[in-house]
C-alpha cells in the first residue's frame, strides 16, 4: 500500500510536469543525482516503488522532495507514514527461528553461565547507554535514522535489546548521539562475550 503511494505520488508529479523536458526533471534518475541534502540511489527508488523494500528515511526524503507539490513541507507528514509501516512490518517480523540440534546426538558445547550472565550484563548496559542518549537527545527515531544514516528497524533493534547490533551501527549511534564510541563498542564486544 505504501508503495503504491508513492508510485500514486510520481504519476502526480508527472502530471503536473506537463512536458516530457520537465517530466525528465523529475525523473528517477535525476532524483538519484541529487546527492545533498537526501542521498539516495536508482535502485533504492524502485525497490520503493515497487515495494520491495521499505525506503530509508533518505530516500524517501528525496522522493518527496521531488514529487510532491508541497516539496520539503512534506516530509514530515510522509515519515510518519513511514515510521507506521515499518512498525506493522516489525510486528509482522517471525521469532528468530531456534537452531536446529546436530545429528548424531551430539549438542553445541555450552559457555560456563556466569560468563552468559556477564554477557547479558553488558547487552543490558550497552542498550542503556543507547537509551539513555535518545532521551537525552529528545530525537525521534526517524530523526535519528537520518541522522545515524541508518533504518529506522535497525535503530529499534539497537535499542530493543534483544540481540547485540553490528559494530557499524553502534558507531553509527555514537556518532549520531554525541556518545563516545570506544566505550559503546568495548560493551558491544563484552555482549559478545570477547
Not at 10 to 32: H, N
Not at 98 to 110: F, K
Request: charged share 25%; with cysteine; net charge positive.
Amino acid at each position: 500500500m505504501f508503495a503504491r503511494q508513492l508510485r500514486d505520488l510520481q504519476a502526480g508529479a508527472i502530471a503536473r510536469a506537463g512536458s516530457s523536458d520537465a517530466a525528465s526533471e523529475i525523473s528517477i534518475d535525476k532524483v538519484a543525482e541529487e546527492k545533498k541534502p537526501w542521498p539516495t540511489t536508482r535502485s533504492a527508488i524502485y525497490a520503493a516503488l515497487n515495494g520491495s523494500r521499505l525506503p530509508s528515511p533518505y530516500t524517501l526524503c528525496a522522493i518527496v522532495t521531488a514529487w510532491d507539490p508541497r516539496g520539503q513541507n512534506a516530509i514530515a507528514e510522509w515519515l510518519k507514514v513511514r515510521d507506521r509501516v515499518e512498525e506493522q512490518l516489525i510486528n509482522l517480523r517471525p521469532a528468530a527461528a531456534v537452531p536446529a540440534r546436530r545429528s548424531g546426538g551430539t549438542s553445541l558445547p555450552r559457555r560456563e553461565p556466569d560468563r552468559k550472565e556477564h554477557d547479558q550484563e553488558a547487552l543490558r548496559e550497552l542498550t542503556q547507554r543507547l537509551q539513555t542518549g535518545v532521551a537525552m537527545r529528545d530525537i525521534s527515531l526517524s530523526g535519528l535514522a537520518i541522522r545515524a544514516r541508518l533504518g529506522r528497524t535497525t535503530i529499534s533493534e539497537a535499542l530493543n535489546g534483544r540481540s547485540v547490533p553490528s559494530a557499524r551501527t553502534v558507531a553509527a549511534l555514537a556518532h549520531a548521539l554525541n556518545l563516545p564510541a570506544d566505550d559503546l563498542l568495548r560493551m558491544r564486544a563484552a555482549a559478545l562475550g570477547e
